[in-house]
């Protein structure tokens, strides 16, 4: 590639896109599916431009600047990564950006009309330029339409080859919902599809941030929950492979936590929003009802004799959490 080029592609991947606080607190009603989205972000990856220098400024298969990567991660698992971390796992990293495009790709097929193609080059355009609107603007023979139309490619190629993709799914089968800590033996409720977009990124990542502190202790180094939120081993490989693309073992779960709160940040998103909308929009309230859920598989138990105590305590670390990141709020 001609240094020409090469000065082309860093100026313009990501060189406008400004990922705001406004993306995440502007509610983008679910219009596309998990399954879309993991296509997409798998299309940016395959259609990276590759620079030909191996010390670039870029990072991850994806090729971003590195001043996106700390807000970004902040803003999708509550920790902010350095551009060294967020290289070195690719399953981190995929996650954070199906965080980061699941709005935009929302956005663009609304403003799209519901066309699925255009949306993807839209979306394409945006994150190349920050500007969706130039997806039909720029010269055919330009590098930002060739750029765009590679991404449409390799998106129509993982739609049409579901086995290939990566799902990064915040809805979870029953199956592959969260078990509480051992004591509790609760049935899993059937998961819903297509939950509502009515909470924040940053509202899941307090939550998973307060169901860490609360996680009870049983004083038993070897005990058989994993992380520091106290997990059964039988839930890590479906949770993994649900939200990242593949299974991971309870020993790899746990030996990064970066990872880890990715994976419940992905598998919490769901279960808030069902409670926010079934405690009729009471923030305190959705987040008791789920620390019920996740301690009894029964969200409708957060006020009983048994549960009432782990459920205001997840809720006052929850509070903590939010107003340490959002002071102001």
């Known amino acids: 590639m001609s240094s020409k080029l090469v000065r082309k592609a860093r100026q313009l991947f990501l060189g406008t896109v400004m990922v705001t606080v406004g993306l995440w607190t502007i509610p983008v009603?679910?219009?596309v599916s998990d399954t879309q989205v993991g296509?997409?972000?798998e299309a940016l990856r395959l259609a990276a431009p590759q620079t030909g220098t191996e010390n670039d400024g870029l990072y991850s298969e994806w090729q971003i600047k590195p001043e996106n990567i700390p807000r970004w991660s902040k803003q999708c698992t509550g920790r902010e990564l350095t551009p060294a971390d967020f290289s070195a796992s690719p399953v981190t990293a995929r996650a954070i950006l199906v965080c980061v495009m699941r709005d935009i790709f929302n956005q663009q097929y609304s403003a799209s009309g519901r066309n699925e193609s255009v949306a993807v080059q839209r979306a394409a355009a945006w994150w190349m330029t920050g500007d969706a609107a130039q997806y039909n603007k720029v010269p055919s023979n330009s590098y930002t339409h060739s750029y765009i139309q590679n991404v449409l490619r390799f998106y129509q190629q993982e739609r049409?080859?579901?086995?290939?993709?990566?799902?990064m799914t915040p809805s979870q089968p029953a199956a592959n919902r969260p078990s509480p800590p051992p004591t509790a033996n609760q049935p899993q409720r059937t998961a819903r599809s297509s939950s509502g977009s009515n909470i924040s990124d940053a509202q899941v990542?307090?939550?998973?941030?307060?169901?860490?502190l609360a996680a009870p202790q049983t004083g038993t180094e070897n005990d058989g929950l994993y992380s520091d939120w106290q997990?059964?081993?039988?839930?890590?490989p479906g949770w993994s492979k649900q939200c990242k693309g593949q299974e991971m073992t309870p020993e790899d779960f746990a030996a990064s936590?970066?990872?880890?709160?990715a994976v419940l940040v992905c598998v919490m998103r769901d279960v808030l929003s069902e409670e926010y909308t079934a405690s009729g929009n009471n923030e305190s309230l959705a987040v008791q009802r789920a620390a019920s859920w996740w301690m009894t598989g029964d969200p409708t138990r957060y006020n009983?004799?048994?549960?009432?105590?782990y459920t205001q305590k997840v809720l006052?670390?929850?509070q903590q959490s939010f107003l340490r990141f959002f002071p102001h709020r």
């Open 29 to 31: 009603q679910a219009q």
């Open 39 to 41: 296509a997409l972000v």
């Open 160 to 167: 049409r080859n579901p086995q290939a993709q990566k799902p």
């Open 205 to 212: 990542g307090a939550l998973v941030e307060a169901l860490r």
């Open 231 to 236: 997990i059964k081993p039988e839930n890590i």
């Open 257 to 261: 936590p970066v990872t880890a709160r």
């Open 304 to 309: 009983s004799d048994s549960t009432a105590a």
């Open 316 to 318: 006052g670390f929850y």
